[in-house]
């Protein structure tokens, strides 16, 4: 048992060691323009290269493996089934390209990451920053393991940039597909629209978390009630019914890591609306986001599923950061503001490496070196 925990340690340390040097490398090369750079192409090859050749690197990888391999040889059946039929159909069409039985994770990759860091390139001008606070916020473990729902993510992002940006249109469409690769996402798409109504004040602060509170208390009649009343949503009973033994204590510890991690976050975004706001109305925005996601952490101490729904709002995070990062400070706050934000940062992806259990091989293995295996 020692010896495990030492590995899980070590495996800590060293992760962390491996994106703090990425990102300060990417962080010096970086020049604050809208073109893409050559240190922006160096950047995708790097994160695509090692997460498309990773092999036993996050907790689903051998279900995922095992599903593409079955869509590989029965690939039709993708067509024909009932929910999410977009994940299944691309492991179809990608079979179709290449006999690579690992295509499915190099495909999810060059999905992922080349997307966002373009994106980043045009909204903040500083993508290293962004690509900091998504590793650090642990979003980029997360995508080595929920596979549907971290593209369904990444359409949100779009949907959402699509939308404040008028290309209507094309944010449907995101939204659409997301929706096509997670259910889940429908239930963030309405969050995201009272987001809309709601100003990031500490007022909607407090409202927000004594409103978790309350759910906690009733969590099981509301949560019930909201899926039995939406036909989509209908198969999540079953998490709810099952809620006190589904999720071991890791995943429960991991939940109050991001309430506290988060009400943090969203207590400094909160002070500084209005230099956030100067610098980006978008982001200013998106501390309500920030807000919601909240009270959904909360019910997820009962029902630890319903974390994966805040994480959805929580990934705004990365674009609020790199403002945060940036905007004027009166006299040596701003060395004290960053030490403090690099510092929680990295507690927190020490934190979340273990107890946000998206790798629990707690290992970083290549294709070469590794056969795929159930942890």
Known sequence: MITRYLDVLEYDIKYIAVAALFVFIYHKFDKYNSKIQFID?????????ITGYRCNVGSDFYSYYRIYDFYSEYGLLAFKVAEEKLFYIMCYFISQISDNPFALFWAVAIILYPVLIILSRKITMR??????????????GMSHNILRQIIAMQFIILCYYGWHGKKRILSVLCGMIAIGFHTSAI?????????????????????????????????????????????????????????????????????WGYIIVFTILATVFVAK??????????AYKQITLIILGIPLSMVAVKIWVVNRIAVYLYQFAIFIIPI?????????????????????????LGFINIFGCENRYYSYSFQWNETPASY
Not at 325 to 341: D, E, T
């Open 41 to 49: 192409i160096l950047a995708i090859l790097f994160l695509v290269c």
């Open 127 to 140: 993508p290293s920053l962004v690509m900091g606070a998504y590793i650090f916020l642990g979003f980029f």
């Open 187 to 255: 239930v963030a798409i309405a969050l995201i629209v009272i987001a809309e109504f709601i100003k990031p004040t500490f007022k909607s602060l407090l409202i927000s978390v004594g409103t978790g509170g309350f759910i906690l208390l009733f969590w099981k009649y509301i949560v019930l009630y909201i899926l039995g009343n939406i036909p989509i949503l209908n198969r999540y009973t079953g998490y709810v019914e099952r809620s006190e033994t589904l999720g071991d204590i890791v995943l429960r510890i991991g939940v």
């Open 273 to 282: 609306r209005n230099e956030i706001k100067e610098i980006s109305h978008t």
């Open 324 to 348: 945060l990062w940036n905007i004027k400070y009166k006299h040596n706050s701003k060395a004290v503001v960053r030490v403090s934000l690099v510092l929680l940062l990295v507690a927190w």
